[in-house]
């Protein structure tokens, strides 16, 4: 894929910008849009999903290229490029850049921690939080995939995850897995074969085969019962670390995120699963489900 080397909106015909009337029309629109209140994200994937093309063979827009071409002043009119928009179109749109550039809303602790280990079940990628201007927040994918069936504001995701915390700390056998709570083999069985060949040895004539065999039994059986998996040792000790655990907040407990979330998963439905470190999956639905 070639690189475009002149300025969006024109071509150059022996050392002289000329207007390309297509282009130009895709220019306005992108003013008249972000003039009438849409983000620079969404102007993108408009672009990008109706396939305009940015340059040959290059569909897709990013909103640092539909920023790029609202930042330039070319587009005004100079000596070397003819005009494009009119100076009021651009004025109206550099007072809406310097209004948002100069009120943009920083990410608090809380929020720049929990966009750090949310992903998207789609596609994997990092989901964000994003705010429109004076309009409520949303959490979406950062890939652009489509928003969830379920709005996803702070209120919501915090509650679905909160949720899923209050549940194992009520319930912290929640974060065991079955293989934890049911032994592999029956230990019972073990010993009865251990207390047999006890006996076939102190017998006058052992019979020297089957009391080999069974004692290959039962080492086999004692290897199979052996704790070889570290998710059940750290199972162990975040059930111990849960069942005494004792929140200090109505919010959303960030204290107790960082200590056993590893990640978050949004699902297309807007419904999470949260992973913890001993490699659990417990969903809001799970949790809301089973009571």
């Not at 194992?168 to 293989?179: A, D, F, G, T």
Request: glycine share 4%; aromatic share 10%; hydrophobic share 30%.
């Amino acid at each position: 894929m070639e690189l475009r080397f002149v300025l969006y909106g024109y071509y150059k015909e022996q050392f002289i910008f000329r207007v390309v009337p297509e282009e130009a029309e895709i220019v306005q629109k992108i003013y008249r849009d972000y003039v009438k209140g849409s983000p620079l994200s969404e102007i993108a994937k408009e672009l990008t999903n109706n396939g305009v093309p940015y340059y040959k063979d290059k569909t897709e827009w990013s909103k640092n290229t539909v920023r790029r071409i609202l930042e330039n002043t070319h587009y005004l009119g100079d000596d070397e490029y003819p005009a494009i928009i009119s100076k009021a179109l651009y004025d109206e749109a550099y007072k809406i850049r310097m209004s948002k550039a100069g009120t943009r809303e920083k990410d608090s602790k809380e929020v720049a921690f929990l966009k750090s280990i949310t992903v998207c079940e789609r596609c994997g990628k990092r989901f964000t939080r994003r705010k429109k201007y004076k309009i409520r927040e949303r959490w979406l994918c950062t890939n652009g995939c489509s928003n969830t069936k379920e709005y996803l504001d702070d209120q919501v995701f915090f509650s679905k995850i909160q949720k899923v915390l209050d549940k194992i700390i009520e319930q912290p056998y929640r974060v065991l897995y079955k293989s934890d709570i049911q032994p592999a083999i029956n230990t019972r069985e073990i010993n009865l074969k251990e207390r047999q060949v006890k006996q076939d040895i102190s017998q006058e004539n052992p019979m020297f085969h089957p009391t080999k065999k069974m004692i290959y039994e039962i080492a086999s059986d004692k290897f199979d019962n052996m704790d070889l998996d570290p998710s059940k040792s750290v199972s162990d000790v975040l059930y111990d670390f849960l069942h005494e655990y004792k929140p200090k907040t109505d919010k959303l407990d960030m204290k107790l995120i960082k200590k056993i979330v590893t990640s978050i998963v949004v699902l297309a439905d807007g419904n999470i699963n949260v992973n913890l470190i001993n490699g659990r999956t417990i969903g809001n639905l799970e949790v809301e489900s089973n009571g």
